[in-house]
């Protein structure tokens, strides 16, 4: 091989995978060596990284709220992301409507539903699971970051005019699967 | 001569169980998501009971703190359980359950706030310690900040290549890309890290 490594190339031959034309190549290549040397040297750095240990006792725990946002989302099925839910019932009192969500907790949590029809990636709610690439499109911006007023969904809500603001209410009310607004 | 140079990933992050399609641990889990299925309950518990931790590990390593952990991890497991009606097993139910957790946590970052999608400047210089573990300890913190700044693809491909200990195809699956892809993404991800925490390599 009379051309440098691609990453790739480089990641194979950390691992012991490179071909052999990719290994003769970086017997003779100080260059490609010492990328593979300072790839390998990170890894190291990076995998000795540890986080926090939560103690024994907190996995019970864990479980146990687990089970009961399972059981009360039978009362509240709506695929809003949990965090923004303070933001949407924030836009809702700006817009002097009231969310009622008084029903009683149920006995049980309910059974998942098998949907046929999506695709097995299709592990969230269609408008959640929409992929990192979209993701990333969606996430604010350097100039959102510069302008304070669109840094949380509430703000943004908050700046809609009167006529989106219906429309919003209107996709909340929807959500909240037929609970007056 | 040999090219046959190990990884020097510590096995002590790595996921316990053997993801393998005809492993024990995959039978378990393919009899618990058919007995979720089923509407059996208890058996979504034992799938918590199994994956809370990696998912737990996993959701840390986007948010650095505990209490958004906690919240994402659970999160992830309540959305898994609303769906887990339309999981065919055309993959590991760990691997299915891993990519809800990213999207959980990129959807929690994407509304929470505007990360940096480029490079910042250099992390400031750790102060010098004397001892050992409190040298490791701030080191391991500044290497969870760098690796909190690195573009969002390297940041999940190191995640879940590193310190969930997953195959390059495994990571191509929860990530929907190539495993190329997922190569070049993690070689770019150890070379930005580099220029991010330089000085702690240097001090090690
Ligand atoms: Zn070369």
Redesign the interface.
Known sequence: MSRHLSEAELVDWVEGLADRGAREHVSTCGACRDRADAYRGTLGLAAETDIPEPSPDYWETFRRQVDHRIARDAVRPTSLPRWLVPSLAGLAAAVGVAVLLRAPLPASAPRPVADASLPAWSALPEPEDVGLDLIQALAPSAEDAASESCRVAYDCLAALSDDETAAVAETLERDLDGRSL | ??????????L??AVSRDAGASSPASARDRDAVAA??R?E?EA??AL??RY??DV??LC??YVNN?HDA??L???A???????????????AFST?LY??A???C??????????A??LPDELPAAAPRADDALA?AE??RR??EA?ARLP??QR?T?ILK?YQDLSHEEVAQI???T??TV??N???A??N??KL?GS??EA?
Not at chain 2, 1 to 10: D, E, F, G, K
Not at chain 2, 106 to 115: C, E, G, I, S, T
Request: net charge positive.
């Open positions: 001569m040999t090219a046959a140079v190990s990884i020097p990933v510590l002590s992050n979720c299925q509407g309950r979504f518990d918590v009971e809370q931790r737990y590990r840390f390593r505990h906690s919240d991890a659970q999160e497991f309540l959305k898994a359980y609303k769906a887990i009606g339309r999981f065919r097993g055309d993959s299915w990519r809800i990213v999207n959980t990129l959807n929690f970052r994407a509304a929470r706030k505007p990360d999608q480029e490791r080191r391991s290497v969870r690796v969002e693809k999940a190191m590193i990530l929907g890309t495993v190329g190569k070049a993690l070689f770019h150890m070379a890290l580099r925490v702690v390599e090690s």
